[in-house]
């Protein structure tokens, strides 16, 4: 929440930053995009789950999400992506304010906020230009904790150790905020 306010006050005061207006703007895109990626790659994870299980809905993560991500990216003209602190795939790693983000919400869960509301957003100024950045987080539900509980399958285990050998993504339990959905844009 700092940061959000910081980068609000110094977004006001720097010409190139967005107005309140555009910013709402900004935010609002943020979210329909960020809800068209969950939606989309929920989908997907529940049509494999219904069809091969939680084996399937590997397969998916692997090979689907990151393809449903461009996708979204393109057809909204920002960049979508999911990041992690405990990452199962090394390119989702959470790094810098994403870091910091993803422990607010943490904060805010352990003070009672439902992980499926958190949310955060601001204006940036980075070493190569002006960016706006959302961040929304990912709640793990029940069928999360096939691939990202304490009690996977040996099966499921054994397809994740082959995939993803550095995995950090398991001893979740349900209500955990497992990381969050990334949506950035360059603004110049």
């Avoid at 399937?56 to 920002?78: D, F, L, N, P, Y």
């Avoid at 992690?84 to 422990?103: C, D, H, M, T």
């Amino acid at each position: 929440m700092k940061n959000y306010l910081i980068g609000l006050c110094v977004a006001a005061l720097l010409p190139g930053y967005l107005s309140a207006s555009d910013e709402a703007e900004e935010l609002s895109r943020a979210k329909l995009a960020s809800a068209a990626f969950a939606t989309a790659l929920k989908s997907e994870l529940v049509i494999a789950m219904q069809s091969g299980g939680a084996l399937e809905a590997i397969e998916v993560c692997h090979t689907r999400a990151h393809s449903i991500a461009s996708q979204v990216s393109q057809e909204t003209g920002m960049q979508l992506s999911r990041v992690s602190a405990r990452n199962r795939n090394p390119g989702n790693a959470a790094q810098g304010w994403q870091l910091e983000v993803l422990s607010i919400f943490e904060q805010r869960r352990l003070a009672g906020e439902s992980p499926a509301t958190l949310s955060w957003h601001e204006t940036a100024e980075t070493g190569s230009g002006i960016e706006f950045r959302y961040m929304k987080a990912i709640p793990t539900g029940g069928l999360c904790l096939q691939c990202h509980g304490t009690g996977i399958a040996p099966d499921v285990a054994e397809k994740l150790a082959e995939l993803y050998p550095q995995d950090k993504a398991v001893g979740y339990s349900e209500g955990d905020i497992r990381g969050a959905f990334l949506v950035t844009r360059r603004l110049d």
